[in-house]
Structure formats: structure tokens, C-alpha cells
């Protein structure tokens, strides 16, 4: 049984009415349901948001989250330095953790790659076509060779993140850049996994190659903790394909 804890900050449906009508039940839960509906192992999702006690992840609810998903964009200062501490350690104690849209400027995220994790961005309503460059990726199953997302705020490169462990997914919009969109790291024990798509004021994940990807995401996140000769076996694709 895989435990998992999607995160949201939940200021943008409350305070914007078209935010609310695409996900009248807040962003963290379109996310459960997806992972919920797809993920193909036992699994157990909880929602938790900036405003429930302990922001949402109190001691307790972290360290019985495997894999925890977030989802930030105008809160991140809100979350204080103690939690995204807290989430930094249990991350590289084994837990899994799930980036998405604007959470690469979450606490926790900037903290485990060490950069800035700046980028390019317009919003608009750009076509972003996601491309998956590594189709034997356990995140890339099911996937087809691209998802058309008819509509997204745009995220360019220059990306200052650190090389990604492995590159699964690169997105290309209709202003003609490209961005690293679906990356993966390992830091410590745990798993975590970079994934752009996902404006609050487009129905991003209402699409079914966006929701598979979540839910493959989760399932890869939880692999378990990874020994010092699994991360030297690791260092090869060969050994990877192994361990996966």
C-alpha cells in the first residue's frame, strides 16, 4: 500500500473565479482522484492544504506519507522554513516527493536541488506539446509519443536546475522554446520527480495522458530507499532498467 499526500496550497480557487470553476474541489483533490482512478498498485490518497493545522503536514501525516505531491504557486513564502525542512529530511529518509507547475519555487524543491530553479514563463494560452524523450521510463507507461495540452502558461529554458537524474518528458509550446518538463532526481533515499504542466486557469489536469502521469510519477516516487551500490549501479541506463 502505497500512502500518499497531495498537497495544495488552495489560495487560487478560493480567491479566483475561474480557478474555481475548473476545480470547484480545489486542485488537490482533480490530483487524488487522477492517482486514485490510475495508479495500478494498492493505494491510499489524503489531501491536506496551507491552511489545515500544521500547514497541512504536521509530523505525524509526514511521516506516514510515502510519497507526498505539491502543488504551490502564491504561497510559497507562507510555508515556513521548519516544514520545508522537515519535508527536505524525510525525503532523503526514503519518501517519495512530486513537484508540480510552479512548486519547482516551492521551499522544499529548491532545497533538495540546491539551485535557484528559475526559468523563463509567459502566461498566456500557448499550445505546449509534451514529448516523451525516454519511453522505457516507468513514468512514460501508457504514454502516447506526445500530449497535446491546447492551452498553458508557457515555461522556457534556460531552467537552472541541476542535470536530471533522467529526462522523461520535453515540452515544446507554439512560441517556439522548449523546457525540461518531466525530470528526475534522487537525493538522499528518496525519489523526486519535476513536472511543469499544470496552470491553475487551464484544465490541465483534467487531461488523460496528464492524469496518467501523475500517477505513474507516484508509483515510481515510492521505490523505496535506494543503497549506496543500488546508486552506483544507478549510474548506468543498464543499471537503472534493473533497479526499476
Not at 522548449?178 to 487531461?207: A, K, L, M, N
Amino acid at each position: 500500500m502505497i500512502r500518499v499526500t497531495v498537497w495544495n496550497e488552495f489560495v487560487h480557487e478560493r480567491t479566483n473565479d475561474v480557478v474555481a470553476s475548473i476545480y470547484p474541489d480545489g486542485i488537490h483533490e482533480e490530483i487524488a482522484r487522477a492517482v486514485r482512478e490510475l495508479a495500478e498498485v494498492p493505494i491510499e490518497v489524503r489531501t491536506a492544504t496551507l491552511g489545515d493545522p500544521g500547514q497541512g503536514l504536521p509530523e505525524r501525516v509526514l511521516e506516514e506519507t510515502d510519497v507526498l505531491v505539491w502543488w504551490g504557486h502564491v504561497a510559497h513564502d507562507d510555508v515556513t522554513d521548519e516544514l520545508a525542512a522537515r519535508v527536505q529530511a524525510r525525503v532523503l529518509r526514503g519518501m517519495g516527493f512530486v513537484a508540480l507547475h510552479s512548486a519547482v519555487l516551492a521551499k522544499p524543491f529548491v532545497r533538495l536541488l540546491g539551485t535557484t530553479c528559475t526559468f523563463r514563463w509567459r502566461e498566456g494560452d500557448d499550445r505546449q506539446l509534451v514529448w516523451v524523450v525516454d519511453p522505457g521510463h516507468p513514468i512514460a507507461r501508457g504514454l502516447p509519443e506526445v500530449i497535446v495540452v491546447p492551452r498553458d502558461e508557457m515555461y522556457g529554458e534556460p531552467f537552472d536546475i541541476p542535470a536530471p537524474d533522467e529526462l522523461v518528458l520535453v515540452s515544446s509550446f507554439s512560441g517556439g522554446e522548449v523546457f525540461r518538463s518531466g525530470c528526475c532526481f534522487r537525493r538522499g533515499d528518496g525519489r523526486v520527480f519535476y513536472f511543469s504542466p499544470g496552470h491553475e486557469t487551464h484544465p490541465v489536469y483534467r487531461q488523460p495522458g496528464i492524469r496518467r502521469v501523475l500517477a505513474n510519477a507516484v508509483v515510481w516516487a515510492f521505490g523505496g530507499p535506494v543503497r549506496s551500490d543500488e546508486r552506483r549501479a544507478l549510474q548506468s541506463p543498464a543499471g537503472w532498467f534493473e533497479q526499476a
